[in-house]
């Protein structure tokens, strides 16, 4: 199967940057679509960003401008630049693969999740 790892996570200060990497293991050929979110205590996951296999990033309001996806589709790794980070930012950070396949045209069938990485956003 698949499995995902996130990592980068850690304490900033605000203002400051991180990068956060997912890498995924296992029987992949290929993804349609890799994307990050986070959860902060008491509150929904939330969709930050996601980048589809030949398309454009997308990414949400909360942090258009301040983070950026992107992707090595040739090592199914999916990295999460974070710039100017803010208190409310704190939250353990998610990775998601979706559509993904392990041969030509053959899915799994199902979206695979990492297990986390925490970010604190604190002076």
């Known amino acids: 199967q698949v499995q995902l790892v996130e990592s980068g996570g850690g304490l900033v200060q605000p203002g400051g940057s991180l990068r956060l990497s997912c890498a995924a293991s296992g029987n992949i050929f290929a993804s349609n679509i890799m994307g990050w979110y986070r959860q902060a205590p008491g509150n929904e996951r939330e969709l930050l960003a996601e980048?589809?296999?030949?398309?454009?990033?997308r990414y949400a309001d909360s942090v258009k401008g301040r983070f950026t996806i992107s992707a090595d589709n040739a090592k199914n790794t999916v990295f999460l630049q974070m710039n100017s980070l803010k208190p409310e930012d704190t939250a353990v950070y998610y990775c998601?693969?979706?559509?993904?396949?392990?041969?030509?045209?053959?899915?799994?069938?199902?979206?695979?999740w990492g297990k986390g990485t925490l970010v604190t956003v604190s002076s």
């Open positions: 980048v589809t296999n030949g398309g454009s990033p």
């Open positions: 998601k693969m979706a559509g993904v396949m392990f041969a030509p045209g053959k899915y799994y069938g199902r979206d695979y």
